[in-house]
């Protein structure tokens, strides 16, 4: 069984046990969350599909940390001319562990 759920602006499929990062969320750590946007849910090849979300479905996970990603190096440079600039970005990040899906 694994549905796909809509989180901070991005998709994701995910089944029981999952773990996955998604866009930074308020709970702490150890709390459970439920994510309702949930766009498909595939139980064994019986396929519900929402318009847009599927009703009465929900997904609940439980938040493992808090975190940053690793950094991006930005560079620009122009040729024939002294031009060049550096930038860093490190995106945060939430931790979360599939606990259920209900259909």
């Known amino acids: ?16 046990g999952d773990v996955l990062r998604v866009e930074t969320l308020e709970q702490d750590p150890k709390q459970a969350i439920t994510f309702d946007q949930v766009l498909l849910i595939d139980n064994d090849g019986d396929l519900k599909i929402g318009k847009p979300t599927v009703a009465g479905a929900t997904v609940v996970a439980e938040v ?8 991006v190096i930005i560079f620009k440079k ?25 259909a």
């Open 64 to 71: 493992i940390t808090h975190d940053r990603a690793k950094k």
């Open 1 to 16: 069984m694994f549905a796909i759920i809509k989180t901070g602006g991005k998709q994701y499929r995910v089944a029981e």
């Open 78 to 102: 122009k040729r024939t001319t002294t031009y060049q600039r550096t930038q860093g970005h490190r995106q945060n990040y939430t931790e979360v562990r599939i606990k259920s899906i209900k």
